[in-house]
């Protein structure tokens, strides 16, 4: 069979390669710590739970409008309005099944062949993969540990061509944890004006921030109406297999992602909507539990980092991720995460899964108990003691 071209320059998430030959190992016999898969360790809180259940009780089993219930798109509105200290319009709200369409859309809606669109690198390897799948030219802007996993204004400046149509955010970012600075932000916000760019701002880490506050781009003069915001409920709530993500678009985008949604998912599910307001609108004492959780891990995780020979590690400031430079092993960023699993029985994500500017790095996910994080932590100094002698 002979596939369309298009689909040989279609990437993947290489989480789920690993987490498979993990199990794959696992299934042998090899006892193996999962700090590979982007996901939190926690139980959806009750009360969505409950909502959900409630809902396809009453009949929430149906078709829903493509661009989500009106209910849940007006709390959203609220939502991030009062977040972002915007007035936000429900029209512009856009619910699709989980985050990762949003970025399809977007990409697919306003990028020609041969556009350029900057995104960060090391980076979400998603965005590369549908730039390059949509025929755009993607062009990396590199995050550097010397900066914080952030960059000078003058690098994406330098990067800004007359065929450059889209700049991509991520803030806090994966897989560096970075969280980028209000007055960076108010640059990447003038330099948009200025040279006529769509921003796709990811901020699916957006609650999990610890030190000071969010900021976005959003919140800068005349940036609603060259803005896509991405946001969702997997790492905020625990709700990554529900599926539950949303954009907001400048008005004239939401006909034609509505058609986009029409033509590929029709709808997301009406049960997990129902859910997701729940989410929005009830108590957050889980939610603050587990990003003080996540804070205590943090400063475990980088305190021993920084303790083993060949590795150190940058504070994350945002998400639930380290990205420990390894360069002191002597091994690239594969052949020591390889090393990892196979001798040490722990799963990281090499750096290079995200980007040619991942080398030299490596993901550690702390989304993982304390105990098993010390665990991991235990062998992977073991091993780099074995391995440096």
Not at 68 to 82: F, M, N, Y
Not at 90 to 109: C, D, L, Q, R, S
Not at 348 to 355: R, Y
Request: one cysteine or more.
């Amino acid at each position: 069979m002979k596939l369309a071209a298009r689909m040989h320059r279609l990437g993947t998430e290489s989480a789920f390669e690993v987490a498979a030959r993990a199990r794959a190992l696992e299934a042998q016999g090899h006892p193996m710590i999962h700090l590979e898969i982007g996901e939190p360790d926690f139980d959806t809180p009750a009360h969505i739970r409950h909502a959900a259940c409630a809902a396809l009780e009453a009949g929430y089993t149906h078709y829903g409008p493509a661009t989500g219930l009106p209910e849940l798109r007006e709390v959203l509105a609220t939502h991030i309005g009062k977040k972002r200290g915007l007035s936000v319009d429900a029209a512009n709200v856009v619910v699709t099944p989980g985050a990762k369409p949003i970025m399809f859309y977007a990409i697919m809606a306003l990028i020609e062949a041969g556009d350029q669109v900057i995104y960060p690198n090391p980076g979400f390897p998603i965005y590369e993969s549908m730039i390059n799948f949509i025929g755009g030219d993607a062009v990396p802007l590199q995050l550097r540990e010397d900066r914080g996993f952030g960059f000078d204004l003058s690098d994406l400046r330098n990067l800004i061509s007359d065929r450059t149509r889209m700049i991509i955010l991520n803030s806090p970012h994966n897989p560096t944890g970075g969280v980028l600075p209000r007055a960076t932000l108010e640059g990447i916000a003038d330099l948009a004006k200025e040279h006529d760019l769509i921003v796709l701002a990811d901020e699916i880490y957006s609650d999990i921030v610890y030190e000071g506050e969010h900021h976005s781009v959003l919140e800068f003069p005349d940036m609603l109406e060259r803005t896509i915001l991405l946001d969702g409920f997997s790492k905020t709530y625990a709700m990554t297999g529900w599926r539950m993500g949303y954009g907001l678009f400048p008005a004239p985008l939401v006909p034609h992602i509505s058609r986009l949604i029409i033509n590929s998912v029709s709808c997301t599910a009406s049960f997990s909507q129902m859910g997701a307001i729940q989410a929005i609108t009830g108590p957050t004492t889980a939610v603050d539990a587990m990003v003080d959780e996540f804070h205590r891990r943090r400063e475990l995780v980088i305190r021993r980092l920084n303790n083993i020979p060949g590795l150190s590690c940058v504070m994350p400031h945002g998400a639930f991720y380290a990205f420990p430079n390894i360069t002191g092993t002597g091994m690239d960023s594969r052949t020591y995460a390889n090393h990892l699993l196979t001798t040490a029985g722990v799963a990281v994500l090499p750096g290079t899964a995200f980007g040619e500017y991942g080398e030299g790095y490596i993901r550690i996910s702390f989304a993982n108990s304390q105990d098993n994080l010390n665990r991991a932590l235990d062998q992977i100094t073991a091993a780099n003691r074995k391995l440096l002698g």
